[in-house]
DNA sequence: GACGATGTTGGCAC
DNA sequence: GGTGCCAACATCGT
């Protein structure tokens, strides 16, 4: 489920963790590693302070004292929690001088990564669509010959960290179908969109994401921005606007929901 | 029990 | 640079 907001949400809730010192450094699962084998990875962080922990997009970027940095990728349902014991799904334990961090993440979609320098998969990410200016994103939309805009939307290398709710949220709030031509989306739609992605953002951030099944911040947490759903998985129901029933279809491979008479191809 | 769907990314073929 | 399809995996609902 993690998303720009839940990773925000998430980001703010381990920041207590920063000026803590890693004593030590268990990882259970090689599978969520990237370049580099269990041992390799914890002699590689144990001894070092973090320093700071920043999001870009859905990446936590955990720097640490004298170089290098933490990365890690929730994926889809991978958890960060503060203290607690480990269980089943538990593939890194991190001790503190003071506290534990553990990774939890069933479908190990996530990954923890330690890297040198700093890291490719963040530096080739497209720009924060909270700090994005309306005309930026105008151009970057008119870039697009025929990508349709919700295909666009979820990657990563044009906006990083919206996914696949945010990215329904925020066409609904616009008034756009799912399935339009990214580049024909000019003028006053370019700018009603962009300011529906922050406006959608920002608010999910402020109620501290949205729990689809069981996501929580790293003190346990739920969202509550899922109450605020107008049309994600919400096929059926009636839209929230004009009564319509919301219709689910598949763009890109990816389930989108939309309103068939508030969103017209 | 089978089947399909689930918030993600990445690799492949075209 | 696009798209479509499949892959990884566990869990839950029909």
């Not at 590689?44 to 922990?53: N, P, Y």
Request: hydrophobic share 40%; with cysteine.
């Amino acid at each position: 489920m993690p998303e720009l907001p839940e990773v925000e949400t998430v980001a703010r809730s381990i920041a207590p963790l920063i000026g803590r010192k890693i004593l030590s450094a268990e990882f259970r699962c090689p599978r969520v590693l990237r370049g580099s084998d269990p041992d390799t990875m914890a002699a590689g962080i144990e001894g070092r302070k973090i320093a700071a922990i920043c999001r870009y997009g859905k990446f936590l970027l955990v720097s640490l004292g004298g170089g290098g940095y933490l990365v890690i990728h929730l994926g889809m349902t991978g958890r960060l929690l503060l203290g607690g014991s480990p269980g089943k799904h538990t593939h890194a334990i991190l001790t503190l001088d003071r506290g534990l961090l553990l990774y939890d993440d069933p479908r190990q979609f996530g990954c923890f990564q330690y890297s040198a320098e700093f890291p490719e998969r963040v530096a080739r990410l497209g720009p924060e669509p909270l700090e994005i200016s309306a005309e930026e994103f105008a151009a970057g939309l008119s870039r697009r010959r025929s990508t349709r805009i919700k295909a666009l939307l979820l990657n990563q290398r044009f906006l990083r960290g919206m996914g696949n709710i945010y990215a329904d949220e925020a066409l609904f709030r616009a008034g756009i179908h799912p399935l339009a031509i990214a580049s024909r989306i000019r003028g006053d739609r370019a700018r009603r969109l962009h300011q529906a992605i922050g406006a959608v953002l920002r608010e999910a951030i402020e109620a501290g994401g949205s729990s689809i099944s069981d996501y929580v911040d790293a003190e346990g947490r739920k969202g509550f921005f899922q109450l605020s759903h107008r049309v994600y998985q919400r096929t059926g129901q009636p839209c929230l606007n004009c009564g319509t029933p919301i219709r689910r279809i598949l763009v890109a491979q990816r389930s989108s929901h939309f309103c068939p008479k508030c969103q017209k191809r």
